[in-house]
Nanobody, 124 residues
Framework: QVHLVESGGGLVQPGGSLTLSCAAS????????MGWFRQAPGKEREFVAA????????YYARSVKGRFTISRDNANNTEFLQMNSLKPEDTAVYYC?????????????????WGQGTQVTVSS
């Protein structure tokens, strides 16, 4: 059974930093792109970042490029999202998911059942 468990969210002031983690189980982690996605109130879920199987390829939404860094640990089936210089518009529930192709992730979709997500609130 697939499990995706996100953690690390919280309340942070503008300009602050957070690191999100995603623990995955129930599938062959290293066979998939891993991605981060977010959904703000009243909006559709959107692509944030993705990382290739071995970690060499990293892809970001234009809105977060230069501020967020995605990484993965295939030995422990975990991925991370380091978020710096956070802005109020980054406020959302953040989700992780796996995708067979980068195109799937870029469309805001994943191949696994979505987890509960972790809330990130950027506010003074």
């Amino acid at each position: 059974q697939v499990h995706l468990v996100e953690s690390g969210g919280g309340l942070v002031q503008p300009g602050g930093s957070l690191t999100l983690s995603c623990a995955a189980s129930g599938f062959t982690f290293s066979d998939y792109y891993m991605g981060w996605f977010r959904q703000a109130p009243g909006k559709e879920r959107e692509f944030v970042a993705a990382i290739s199987w071995g970690g060499a390829g990293k892809y970001y939404a234009r809105s977060v490029k230069g501020r967020f860094t995605i990484s993965r640990d295939n030995a422990n089936n975990t991925e991370f999202l380091q978020m710096n210089s956070l802005k109020p518009e980054d406020t959302a529930v953040y989700y992780c998911n796996a995708a067979r192709t980068l195109n799937t992730a870029r469309q805001g979709m994943g191949d696994m059942t979505w987890g509960q997500g972790t809330q990130v609130t950027v506010s003074s």
